[in-house]
């Protein structure tokens, strides 16, 4: 009889660290981004165990730092939709990740987060504790450390638990509103045997994903179809091609305009003809019906009003935002659903109602302010040329760099998104709202990780450039064949605290000094011969006419090589 496309046949009890590996591989995960340490000699022994018995696992790779792990599970999922794990040293390991399970909690990203706990044990049993370390990495809570960010944590309390532990955190963190899930691992535990019965078998648990209820879409359809000025806001993009393809017809067919304020992902093309300009207070002061899909923050109350009046709708996994404590937005109709079967059933309802008198001239308007937008965004950006060249520049010359390649885009706070031109769902990512710093680059690597044909491009400010631990994320890059274009965009100071001090005090003291204190970053370190280190293509950028010249060889470096690159690009402060 021929076994060749037979399940390995498992022995009676393995490692428990093997059995959580192998029941990991089961519910989909593809990739254990693990930075290791004393707690992991079961999971290493399971790793090797699991080899030996020819089990299926997902692939673990070494990453050499925790908020490195966290993105580059984070940079997956956007490109898969498939939720990941980490695996990380007891509680010092899992500090450096929290800043990674906030920026996850904040988009609803899922992430199985696993760490080590020292043992309890002093003597007397296999995985006793053996070095300083296993007394002094004790705390009363560590999954106090990422508490706040996690939907759900547990503890592994008997080996024989792995399968429903693990089958229940995936379920949980898939379950709309998606985010992360935290798991930790005592080290006894980990080395006891586990029974491999059913480690193979289909996940025990599924998710709870909301639907657009009829009834409520039905509602919002209404109020759409009989506003004068209707108006979108999107954050996070579409929910998918498909989706994004939706926003675009709807857009279209019922002339609303589209407005991406502070967008995280892009929800219709930047050069559409319903894309509204980025400014907010225009839309609302005439608004009179809104709906607001899956957007933290659509505008800002303290200087943007809505007109008497107004109806908001509000769509999304979590429209109300609930664990977020203050946020006092309108919503006259909720609905809780994934963003691309919302939009569908959206677009189905509105079909059946009858257009208004006046459609074609305000979707005339519109295209018409769209365009001349447009236009004075591109003007503006090509005028930033020069000697000293701005961020506007670099964003529309990348911008060309990139059409007509199969491309993404990871900002943060690098190359705005205004003046580039993107007609794609998976054309855009921008830093989460949560503001945990280094997401950029380490994101680009799991996305590129998941898509070896996608060009990947991390744009970042210096500060975010050092905030990502280059070191480890080039190491990442070489190690793994990773070729990403990294795109440095230099100004040499905190632009985002400058600016944020500029609108709270924007005739204070601090504007008026010749500098700005807690701002500069001067001296700046030389970023191309970090990633020289590690053997990237890097190039150092200062005027404004090379610029377009350095992608181009930065990008043919990455097409004919397959290795790294990055542009240390310096623009006006």
């Given at each position: ?41 079961p ?39 498939r ?39 002093e ?51 898939t379950?709309?509103?998606?985010g ?8 006894e ?73 502070w ?24 608004a ?11 505008w800002?109350?303290d ?34 659903c ?128 050092i905030?990502s ?35 709270v ?6 504007a ?13 370190p ?48």
């Amino acid at each position: 009889m021929n076994h060749r496309n037979e399940a390995p046949q498992l022995s009676e009890t393995m490692t428990a660290g093997g059995a959580l590996l192998a029941r990991l591989k089961a519910v989909g995960v593809d990739y254990i981004f693990a930075n290791s340490g004393t707690d992991f000699p079961p999971v290493i022994e399971g790793l090797a165990e699991a080899e030996a018995k020819g089990i299926p696992l997902p692939q673990a790779i070494v990453i050499p730092h925790e908020s490195a792990a966290m993105a580059m599970a984070h940079g997956y999922y956007l490109a898969t939709g498939r939720p990941q794990a980490v695996m990380a040293h007891t509680n010092v390991g899992l500090a450096n990740c929290a800043i990674g399970a906030i920026n996850a909690a904040t988009e609803h990203i899922p992430v199985l987060l696993f760490s080590g706990k020292t043992p309890v044990s002093e003597r007397g049993h296999l995985g006793s504790r053996t070095v300083p370390i296993g007394w002094g990495q004790e705390m009363r809570d560590q999954a106090a450390l990422v508490r706040e960010a996690v939907k759900w944590d547990d503890e592994l309390r008997f080996a024989e638990h792995v399968p429903q532990m693990v089958d229940r955190a995936h379920a949980i963190a898939t379950s709309t509103p998606r985010g992360p899930v935290y798991m930790s691992l005592p080290r006894e535990v980990l080395c006891g045997p586990c029974p491999t019965e059913g480690l193979a078998d289909p996940p025990s648990m599924r998710p709870a994903v909301h639907s657009p209820e009829p009834a409520t879409i039905a509602q919002a359809a209404l109020l759409l179809a009989r506003a004068r000025n209707p108006v979108i806001f999107a954050q996070r993009g579409a929910g998918s091609q498909v989706g994004f393809e939706a926003l675009s017809r709807l857009a279209s067919e019922w002339a609303i305009p589209v407005c991406q304020y502070w967008a995280v992902q892009l929800a219709i093309a930047t050069d559409h003809p319903m894309a509204a300009p980025a400014d907010p207070r225009p839309l609302l002061e005439n608004a009179d019906v809104i709906l607001v899909i899956d957007a933290l923050a659509p505008w800002s109350p303290d200087i943007h009003e809505l007109k008497p009046g107004c109806k908001v709708i509000q769509l999304g996994q979590d429209p109300l935002f609930q664990r977020f404590p203050v946020r006092y937005f309108r919503s006259d109709v909720t609905i809780a659903c994934d963003i691309e079967a919302g939009l569908l059933a959206l677009a189905d309802a509105l079909a059946a109602q009858e257009k208004p008198a006046g459609l074609e001239a305000r979707r005339a308007a519109i295209a018409a302010a769209s365009v001349a937008s447009r236009t004075a965004i591109e003007a503006k950006a090509a005028a930033g040329a020069g000697d000293a060249m701005t961020k506007e520049w670099v964003s529309l010359t990348l911008s060309r760099a990139l059409f007509g390649r199969k491309a993404t885009v990871l900002s943060e706070l690098g190359c705005p998104l205004v003046p580039m031109r993107l007609n794609n769902a998976r054309a855009w990512y921008q830093e989460p709202h949560s503001g945990g710093l280094g997401w950029s680059f380490p994101a680009a690597l799991g996305m590129q990780l998941a898509e070896p044909d996608r060009l990947v491009v991390a744009t970042m400010g210096d500060g975010s450039y050092i905030f990502s631990n280059p070191a480890a994320c080039h190491q990442i890059a070489e190690a793994l064949g990773l070729p990403i274009l990294i795109v440095i965009v230099n100004n040499a100071e905190w632009g985002a605290v400058r600016q944020s001090v500029l609108g709270v005090y924007p005739d204070g003291y601090a504007a008026k000094a010749n500098r700005m204190p807690l701002t500069s970053l001067v001296p700046v370190p030389d970023f191309a011969k970090i990633a020289a280190a590690s053997n990237a293509y890097a190039e150092t950028v200062w005027r404004g006419e090379e610029l377009q010249a350095a992608l181009e060889r930065a990008i043919h470096h990455i097409e004919t090589n397959r290795g790294a690159a990055l542009l240390n690009v310096h623009v006006r402060a």
